[in-house]
């Protein structure tokens, strides 16, 4: 049999790439705005580009500087930002950091159980939701593993961040329906969940006049179901008038504590 190899697409897994699954809804999908400063960035930050989006010149399944939006084409600042310059500052210089983000303002953790993600797509009708789930293909879960199983070719996956928890508000089986989502993500990909830490961010503080910070005692309660997880506070991380979502000084503080935890 003859093969010819310049047909095939040849990859090497770099185990210097280190790869973090970002998921959520409006906090973890970025609600800040985006300044000058944010818009250089270390080309040892990457994004796995989640959606072909020619505003950007970037398109799906590729690698490209980390400058955002880093969710979706139209989003803004989020944590994952912060995050992965801070990871950078401070691991050697041979390492890269790649972030995967695929989060939906307004949904509930619900839509990423791959069970029963589909009795929770209609959780709004209006087109803006309607509009983010259809480009994730209507299943946003899947379309985060579908994801990271590709850039997982080129780099080693070493964590996941989460912020959620807005549409889940007073929801006492929060953190049991997070460890069951990360149960799938571990399963489906193949990850060893002593390696792979879940990082969830709280509410806007009560600090802050978070209307949503009594969501915290709850999300407090994740690392006692799920091994291997941990809560970043939002303590002092300004936000904006709404009380719901961050400003940008606000996601860059909590992407660096994201990042310190890591």
Known sequence: VLVTLSTAKLQAQDPSLYIFLCFGQSNMEGQGTIESMDRTVDER??????????????????????????????????????????????????????IINVSIGGSRIELFDKD????????????????????????????????????KKDGI????????????????QWPN??????????????LD???????????VHEDQGGILAGMNAIINQLPDELDNSYVISSSSCSDQDDNIHFDAAGYRELGKRYAAKM
């Open 45 to 98: 930050f990457q994004v796995f580009q989640a959606l072909d989006c020619s505003n950007l010149n970037r398109e799906k399944g590729n690698w490209y500087p980390a400058i955002p939006p880093l969710t979706r084409c139209w989003t803004r600042l989020s944590p994952a930002d912060y995050f992965g310059r801070t990871m950078i500052e401070n691991l050697p210089d041979h390492i890269k950091v790649g």
């Open 116 to 151: 029963i993600y589909e009795s929770y797509t209609n959780t709004y009708t209006e087109d803006w939701f309607q509009n983010a789930i259809n480009e994730y293909d209507r299943n946003p879960y899947q379309y985060l593993i579908d994801l990271a199983k590709d850039a």
């Open 157 to 172: 996956i070493k964590g996941i961040l989460l912020h959620q928890g807005e549409s889940n508000n007073n929801d006492s």
């Open 177 to 190: 329906k997070v460890k069951k989502i990360y149960d799938h993500m571990i399963e489906d990909l193949n």
């Open 193 to 203: 969940p002593s390696k792979t830490p879940l990082l969830a961010g709280e509410m």
